[in-house]
């Protein structure tokens, strides 16, 4: 069975820096487009960036020049590298395939405070 694990959310400063780690079991890295959601107290959730297996990369307008989508080496790990944090960030981050394949995992917090 698929897991996905996410963590590395916490409080930063606006301006600040976090890096978001999604441990995916069952090789699903190889094999799908992965992809970073969000959702923010009493809104939806929505997409952030995706990373095909090609390591083609795209963001929203809100996460594109500030956010990395990235995976290691080992296809074992999806990131999220996001930059210059600001308050409109705060959300709970999931990660999940590109067509939201699987379960979603318990996600992990970023609040960015002013």
């Known amino acids: 069975q698929v897991q996905l694990v996410e963590s590395g959310g916490g409080l930063v400063q606006a301006g600040g820096s976090l890096r978001l780690s999604c441990a995916a079991s069952g090789g699903i890295l190889r094999r799908s487009a992965m992809a970073w959601y969000r959702q923010a107290p009493g809104m939806q959730r929505e997409w952030v960036a995706s990373i095909t297996t090609f390591g083609l990369t795209n963001y929203a307008d809100s996460a594109r020049g500030r956010f990395t989508i990235s995976r290691d080496g080992a296809w074992n790990t999806l990131y999220l590298h996001m930059n210059s944090l600001q308050a409109e960030d705060t959300a709970v981050y999931y990660c999940?395939?590109?067509?939201?394949?699987?379960?979603w995992g318990q996600g992990t917090q970023v609040t960015v405070s002013l």
């Open positions: 999940n395939t590109n067509a939201m394949d699987y379960n």
